[in-house]
């Protein structure tokens, strides 16, 4: 864990103290309590890894010759790459809304600058490593922390990601913020700890608390380790809800925030909530936990590696001819086994029975029909179409091709708005970390709109509570700015391009980008539903607005120009005439148009048009 609000950390008076060593001792027994009902959990996420390291083999009954190599097949691998290279095709990318009007530029900053923080926690790669575990194991976990050490004690946010096996909630709730108390364990350096808290040298921090393991490459040893619990839980002060922290390690408290003068009656952090994200595939009853595509399609990948071996068995035993040889036999076996001697000496008689070739009964085609049977069952219920996945399927039309990548591609789309739901809460905890602790203001460098750099500074003002205006001379008391938070997909895969620059290409020939069609343009707009289409609905009423405006002002400068040059009021028109793109006809060359025996110079033809164009613009009906 990031170390959170160092400021805080520092060791109140014995006769202070809240957080008393029976308080621990008993939130240690909490602690087991939550982790024998997690014990079911544990033991899947350490199987499903062994799967995914290919060792799949090792949480199977012993089948066949235990002396033979056992081979795994890989297509729940190749579902649960699949589906990641999906998740990373709609990497999220946000926008902030204010729900008042005047936070609207608190909300253009913040979709500004919260990208930037997550850039600046390397988010890209939590969110990779994360969605591995999502599609692997069922759920991928998030924390957002304050972390007071980060840029030379300025702090900032962390967001990281979360192992689940050390994270710990109370049995039976399905929302981890429900849970009456939540621990995160992991396991630190003891030497490190001793030299960061001097005072738990020579104690003792042994536990019969234990982690679970996997299986890795390396043998991992926890002998000079020791566990490190980050306990998380609720406390009430005058009717309101307090977050409350304490690090512990053994029975010796680190830290308590009920403890800290700074803290009194607010709490660890200001929203209350703990700083948990877990994002769910497949939910489960009674458990803020889901399950993943390994626990999907395992049974059927067994079944698969079970078939597929014996059919490779079957196929070994007959590309390689057997014999049965009497003992007595004559025939000399180093001769017999040497495939490039021509000749094989026999000592006395050669009878038929001295050496009999083994029968070998080749499989009948049915039981590769039937692994590729098991093959497809596996790949339907997790959506890994062919399609999906650039195989082609015999359709050669487009619209065909269209439809099944758009059926082949649903649940992915599903995950990924679960995905974006998690994603919305991470911002969320992100924003309330800068209105809680952004009181020095901070530099970003943000894309402007011209996509050049600019450099802005923010901090926490725009998100404090504002004061509401009065109403009739009373006091309307403080309201809190509170955005709510739209997610799209930063990334795009090439077919969603080809499609979003097809309906493009659809749109400039159905005339939308046409100023003199803004009005229907806008209409239309407002009833199609696509990518992006709130930014090309307001660039199109922009540009109608401006053209209104445009006309508006031709028309008062032909007015005024009729009153005061005439003959500049004629060539003013024609040219409106001509930027309108409607004909008209020029004077002939060398000759100034004729407005002698015009009574009315603003009556001429060209004029009467440009005007009536003009009104037409700037006063649609």
């Known amino acids: 864990m990031a170390n959170e609000q160092q400021s805080f950390l520092k060791e109140p008076e014995a006769k202070k103290q809240k957080m008393t060593r029976e308080r621990i001792l008993k939130a240690q027994q909490l602690l087991k309590r939550y982790k024998a009902g997690k014990a079911r959990l544990e033991s899947r996420l350490v199987a499903d890894e062994k ?50 009007e005047g936070d609207q530029q608190q909300a253009v900053l913040l979709t500004s600058i919260l990208p930037v923080v997550l850039e600046q926690n390397r988010f890209e790669e939590v969110y990779s490593q994360q969605a591995w575990e999502k599609n692997k194991h069922g759920t991928g976990a998030y924390a957002v922390y304050w972390d007071s050490e980060k840029w030379n004690g300025l702090g900032d946010v962390t967001v990281c990601g979360v192992e689940m096996t050390n994270l710990f909630w109370e049995p039976g709730v399905e929302d981890i913020q429900k849970s009456r108390h939540v621990f995160l364990v992991s396991v630190q350096d003891r030497e490190a700890l ?40 609720h406390t009430y002060e005058d009717g309101k809800k307090l977050l409350q922290y304490c690090k512990f390690v053994g029975d010796q408290s680190l830290y308590a925030s009920e403890d800290d ?16 994200v877990l994002d769910v595939l497949f939910p489960q009853k009674e458990s803020p936990a889901g399950w993943g595509y390994i626990d999907l399609g395992r049974d059927t990948q067994e079944e698969i590696d ?48 001295d050496m009999v070739p083994v029968q070998h009964y080749p499989l009948d085609n049915v039981y590769v029909q ?7 069952e596996l790949k339907q219920p997790c959506g890994n179409h062919d399609v999906s996945n650039g195989i082609p399927s015999g359709v050669t039309a487009a619209s065909g091709i269209a439809a099944q990548m758009e ?72 309201r809190k700015p509170v955005f709510d938070i739209q997610v799209a ?39 199609m539903d696509f990518n992006r289409k709130d930014e090309l609905l307001r660039s199109v009423q922009q540009v109608g607005l401006a053209r209104q405006m445009l006309a508006m002002w031709q028309q008062m400068a032909l007015e005024l120009a009729q009153h005061y040059e005439p ?26 148009p004729d407005l002698e025996n015009v009574t009315d110079p603003g009556n001429t033809r060209p004029m009467q048009r440009a005007r009536e164009y003009a009104r037409d613009v700037s006063q649609p009906e």
């Open 567 to 592: 003959d500049t009021a004629e060539r003013m028109a024609m040219a409106v005439m001509a930027a309108a793109g409607q004909a008209v006809a020029p004077p002939p060359t060398g000759q100034a």
């Open 370 to 376: 039937y692994l590729n049977g098991k093959i497809e």
């Open 489 to 527: 997909a930063q990334k795009q895969n090439a077919y969603s391009k080809m499609a979003q620059n097809e309906l493009a290409l659809q749109l400039l020939g159905a005339g939308v980008f046409n100023p003199e069609l803004s009005e229907q343009s806008a209409m239309l707009l407002s009833m």
């Open 51 to 100: 799967w995914w390291k290919g060792h799949a083999w090792d949480t199977m009954p012993e089948q066949g010759n235990p002396a033979l190599p056992k081979r795994g097949t890989k297509w729940l691998v190749n579902v649960i790459m699949g589906k990641h290279s999906d998740m990373m095709d709609a990497y999220p990318e946000p926008v902030i809304l204010p729900r008042e």
């Open 261 to 276: 003068p700074a803290l009194a009656g607010r709490g660890w952090y200001d929203d209350g909530e703990y700083p948990f």
């Open 407 to 478: 059926a082949a591609g649903r649940t992915s789309r599903d995950g990924n708005r679960g995905t974006y739901r998690a994603y919305s809460k991470i911002l969320e905890k992100v924003i309330e970390r800068i209105r809680q602790f952004y009181d020095v203001p901070r530099t970003f460098r943000i894309a402007g709109e011209t996509a050049a750099y600019e450099f802005v500074q923010f901090d926490n003002s725009g998100l404090a509570l504002q004061p509401n205006p009065p109403l009739a001379g009373l006091d309307m008391g403080w």
């Open 194 to 233: 001793e030299r960061r808290y001097p005072q738990l040298k020579n104690a003792n921090l042994q536990s019969d608390f234990s982690l679970p393991q996997y299986r890795t490459e390396a043998g991992v040893s926890r002998g000079d380790k020791a566990l490190v619990v980050d306990w998380y839980y």
């Open 306 to 353: 079970l078939l597929n071996e014996a059919i490779s068995v079957n196929a070994r035993a007959g590309a390689i001819p057997r014999y049965f040889r009497r003992r007595d036999s004559a025939i000399n076996l180093d001769q017999f086994l040497d495939f490039t001697n021509p000749i094989i000496e026999v000592e006395g008689g050669l009878s038929e029975t």
